[in-house]
């Protein structure tokens, strides 16, 4: 293969840190308790775990009992999405489902379920040509037996940031819990829930330089929530099963360093991020930025070229050492225009040529100037000949 | 940037294509895995014979274990338009399609050969089981595998010199079993891997099946006559016959009948004694020449005219550059139209047509 790789694609998952990972080791073999038993050992785990979920909150803004460990980010989505909606309907026949157009497919694919089998009327809040919602836009579809409002604080794809915390003040007025899904921004963005006025906020410790298979959901006190996952009766009965003792002291830990060297790792990628972006639009013709220009994550560059096959793209700049994204993930090779990108009002013959490099801690301008380099002739050679 | 030559191999999670990727990385290629996503039919995806996501899977720990990177490309609706659709008419057009023939004119060595060329690739490798010669004559020449019994030279017969100049066969030098074999020394996950038999896209059923899910207008009765005109019996569309065929016509007769023609237009089914059936001499049209140019004069031949059935010699008169005419030594019994007449001298194949 190529004698050097180079990845951007820090939006699909980052290396764990190795002091997370000096953090984690000693709870696989060592202390390796439950956290439910009640002697020494299990005790050693609960302390653990009980501190990991006090830095959490801390850096949440919130308190402990609000913190719920999940197994990753789309847990955290699942619970909040049909626990919120379920025990809104009991408690005050609640059916309106309302979320935004451009929402992950954690969210959106839960909420479709609950509308086809469980009766729930579900409604889409439309997004602007950068894909972001406005909060008028919430206004006028927030109703007395909305069940729970859900609005991703950064899209994946295309990077935009929303006004969170202007939907909140507006949920709030109306007693409708606002769940948003912070799984992208953990790394960059303040996640004060006081701030943002949100009742339910997801987190997946992968996207900040922690262990994938943990996540955790914030659950605002007296937020009305029905378990998703019954069983033993940890995390105060919303979320039963074992705990991941090793992965949750990782994501702490992890969680931690993000919000300390936030800042640091800000004013490394802003530049970076838009040099990217400077010189793909000069350089690349019929490219256009996709997401808003400057309210976007710091880490966060995507693109649509016209006429171009993203898959291709793909292909060819992996074949060349650079490791990138269309977006959504997608194995399969299956040619569908994002449903973000569509929602944003992209044509399909721009859509399905859709390019994101998302950037890490790790990323230089070296591999970027490398990068630009390669990226032109790729993308030319990714047209679609129309004569075929 | 490498140095290295880059070769895509078409991969299909099968034994031969992973043998294929092995022995290229091992020769010192870069190799880039790919497969195609082709056509399923709705309802049917867990049935296709290639492009399961087990096939897949499959594929992709090859890739893994051999170090080349891998990818799944859509191919969707250029199978469905191209192979499918050419599958489907040919049926309804009273002929016996082979898809598979299209299938490596128009994705193999169409589609996906532009991929490779658009990554960079020098060379498209399958798993074929055939030869290509570089060196004895001016261009390069198609042969027969070493391994008869797995010789795959009468589905590449369409292929033109610019495709075989960017064309790698590894599997043509070697047989089955020793393919087994490299597999096993590379402890790929595909070696006890069974062989597929049937059309990829036919799903769990026959192509009867097939048919008349996806094409219900098939299903259209008419009569079945002998050819002095005697009403014998009714069928149930001509598309589900085929020339030589014995079986399924549903009539109790003293001898054996055979069908010997069928009249689309009419929808009729002529059906005779096997003596009626045999013929000598056959045209062929959507004709390849692997040298690119036709034989000026007529010339002896050994003649295959089913992907599985043994030559048979006869003389072969080039009309023009699309087409040819067969004369046989002995008659024979199962000359279909829509399948390929593909022309050898000892083991060198010569190129072919689809029979009219």
Redesign the interface.
Known sequence: ???QRVYLDFAATTPVDERVVKAMYPYFSERFGNPSSIHSFGQQAEAAVEDARETVAEGLNSRANEIVFTACGSESDNLAIRGAAFAARELRGANHILISQVEHHAISHTAEQLKRYHGFNLEYIPVDEYGMVNPNDVTMRIKPDTAVVSVIYANNEVGTINSISEIGKICRQRKIPLHTDAVQVTAYLAMDVEALQVDLLSIGAHKFYGPKGVGVLYIRDRTPILAIQTGGGQETGLRAGTHNVPYIVGLAAAFKIAQEEREKRVSHLLPLRDYLIGETLETITDARLTGHPNKRLPNHASFVFKEVDG??LL??L???GFACSSGSAC?????QPSNVLTAMGISSEWALGSLRITLGTQTTSNELESFLRVLPKAVE??RIQTAR | MNKQTRVVVAMSGGVDSSVVAAMLVEQGYEVIGVMLRLWNESGQEAHNRCCTPDAMALARRVATKLEIPFYAIDAEQVFRKEVVEYFIDGYANGVTPNPCLVCNRRIRWGFLFDKAISLGAQYLATGHYARLDHNKHSNISLLCAVDRSKDQSYVLYMLNQAQLGHTILPLGGITKSQVRQIARDYALPVAERNESQDLCFLGNGSCREFLLRNAPSLHQLGSIIRSDGTQLGVHQGQAFFTIGQRKGLGISAPHPLYVLEKDIRTNVIIVGQKEELGKRELIAESVNWISGEPPKTPFHAQIKIRYKSCAVKGIVTPHNVTSFHIEFEKPLLDITPGQAAVLYTDDRCLGGGIIN
């Open positions: 293969m190529q004698n898959n291709n292909m060819l992996d074949v060349e194995r399969t090779g299956d040619p050679r990714s």
